[in-house]
C-alpha cells in the first residue's frame, strides 16, 4: 500500500491554478463533473504520479484545523524562494536553517493551506526514513 494523493478542497478553482502552477505543479487531468465537484489532478515535474488533487464545488473552503500542511521538496531554498518572489508568493514565517543543513520555510495557498518548502541537508535520502529519529525524538 501506499499514499496516492491529497485531495484539497479550493474556493476559487482558477486563483488556486494559478498558486498550484506558480510553485511548479503541472495539471495532468480534469474530471468536470463527480459527486464531490470539479477535479484537477497535479504534479510536480519530477514526479510521475500525481500527487496533489484540487476539488472545486463552488462553495467557499470553510478551513478547520483538519489539515495542518503538506510538504514540498526544494532543491535550493534560496533559488526557489527568489522564483516564488518573482510570482508574488511570499513566506507566512520565518524560514529555518539547521546545523545540518536541513532548511525550512512556509508559504500558504489562497484557502490559507500551509504549504512546507523543504532543502534536505546534502546526501540525504529523498524522503523521510526512520533515520531521520534517533530513539530518544521517537
Known amino acids: 500500500m501506499r499514499t496516492l494523493h491529497v485531495g484539497l478542497r479550493v474556493t476559487d478553482l482558477g486563483r488556486s491554478l494559478a498558486f498550484y502552477t506558480a510553485i511548479g505543479y503541472e495539471v495532468v487531468g480534469r474530471v468536470p463533473e463527480t459527486p464531490i465537484g470539479h477535479l484537477t ?19 467557499p473552503v470553510d478551513r478547520g484545523t483538519d489539515v495542518s500542511h503538506f510538504v514540498v521538496q526544494v532543491e535550493s531554498m534560496a533559488d526557489t524562494l527568489d ?8 513566506p507566512v514565517a520565518p524560514g529555518q536553517e539547521r546545523d545540518d543543513g536541513l532548511k525550512t520555510t512556509f508559504i500558504a495557498d489562497p484557502d490559507g493551506r500551509r504549504i512546507e518548502l523543504v532543502q534536505w541537508p546534502a546526501h540525504h535520502t529523498d524522503g523521510m526514513t526512520a533515520a531521520d529519529w534517533t530513539e530518544e525524538g521517537d
Open 41 to 59: 489532478m497535479l504534479k510536480l515535474p519530477d514526479d510521475e504520479f500525481v500527487t496533489v488533487e484540487l476539488v472545486h464545488d463552488g462553495n
Open 83 to 90: 522564483v516564488l518572489a518573482e510570482r508574488g508568493i511570499e
